[in-house]
């Protein structure tokens, strides 16, 4: 890459940026799997059932009120929560290594994918790549931006991008009315969550 060929540069960048994203489609999968035993954890459900996080108990409450009414077992209650505590507590530690790992992958891929635009600007595959990471990263005007110019390079990417591409404004304008009305951070996220 350092020998100054744009063109094989570029064709690099590309393949580094399609292997960050798959990379981080394998941490995303991990992360979701932290996640779940992250959130089995904190919930408590008769073994060998699937929890449900709508119907199940929340098992500190159970915990303090047998604590609560038998105060002989009390010490014994307390330390098992302790426990609990700290299973959470390395269980959280996990679930935010992969977010990181995650994030970190995407950022690679976003930025080889967009240095490759600049080298092959007539090459769609390298704005698709480009308007994917962003599309990942949540940047939804960039990447819709990446992805038409895809389709201008390429027409035959039409049917399989233009979904993509009403699905991300739609979002926005959601994310954009939602700003409008006074939403801010977590509840921009659900939003976001909701519709992406």
Not at 49 to 55: H, T
Not at 78 to 99: D, E, G, I, M, T
Not at 139 to 160: C, G, I, R, V
Not at 165 to 176: K, N, S
Request: proline share 3%; charged share 30%; net charge positive.
């Amino acid at each position: 890459m350092e020998a100054g060929y744009d063109d094989q540069q570029g064709v690099l960048l590309v393949m580094r940026a399609t292997a960050y994203l798959q990379r981080a489609f394998n941490h995303r999968k991990e992360l979701k799997q932290a996640l779940k035993a992250l959130r089995e954890s904190v919930y408590w459900s008769p073994k060998d059932e699937k929890v449900e996080m709508d119907n199940v108990n929340f098992n500190l409450q159970l915990m303090y009120k047998t604590a609560y009414d038998n105060p002989v077992l009390a010490p014994s209650i307390y330390q098992r929560l302790l426990l609990q505590c700290s299973v959470q507590a390395q269980k959280f530690q996990q679930a935010k290594f992969r977010h990181g790992l995650y994030e970190y992958a995407l950022l690679h891929a976003a930025q080889d994918s967009l240095h490759s635009t600049q080298l092959l600007p007539r090459y769609a595959k390298t704005w698709l790549r480009a308007g994917d990471s962003l599309a990942e990263l949540r940047k939804l005007k960039e990447s819709a931006f990446y992805y038409e110019k895809a389709l201008e390079l390429d027409p035959a990417l039409e049917s399989s991008l233009r979904p993509t591409i009403d699905r991300l404004r739609e979002t926005q304008r959601a994310l954009d009315d939602a700003r409008e009305k006074g939403w801010a951070g977590d509840s921009l996220r659900v939003v976001l969550d909701g519709r992406v």
